[in-house]
């Protein structure tokens, strides 16, 4: 992810922010600064989806992030993904995926979570087809409720 990226970045994060938490370009770079991984998926030129991703002793305040800190010594967690709906069935969600679980290969496991309450049903079933599996559940700050996944690698 370059600065050329950010406001596509933006526009896709707030495209999917029902799924996501909200997002603007101070947050991206801060976010960018302490990230692991922060990549976009280009297609003919146009930015078709981003991830971020974290590993261990990130500066990174998520709680969602902090739930997995406090369970696992080593892992990578996935915090965002978002594909442009204009790009979707493609398989590019999948191809991020395989790229983040490669390079997250060395700590062991990818961990990430999805909205169970009320429930991403998609994005649940994308996962469980990956591989990944329940290790706990976390109630947001807006009160709804997550699933947290965990893949061993």
Known sequence: MTDDDIAAVLRLNSDS???????????LEAYRTAAAFALVCAVDGAVAAFTI?????????S???????????DFVYLDRIAVDPAFRR?????????????????????????YSNPPNTG??????????????HLVQANGSTTVMLEKAL
């Open 90 to 114: 493609r398989g590019i969600a999948g191809a991020i995926y395989d790229v983040v679980e490669a390079a997250a290969k060395p700590h062991g496991r990818m961990v990430c979570e999805v």
């Open 123 to 136: 994005s649940l079933a994308f996962h469980e087809a990956r591989g990944y599996r329940e290790v706990g």
């Open 17 to 27: 922010v029902w799924a996501l938490s909200p997002l603007d370009a101070d947050k």
């Open 53 to 61: 991703a974290y590993a261990p002793g990130a500066a990174y305040g």
């Open 63 to 73: 709680i969602n992030y902090q739930w997995h800190a406090e369970r696992f010594d």
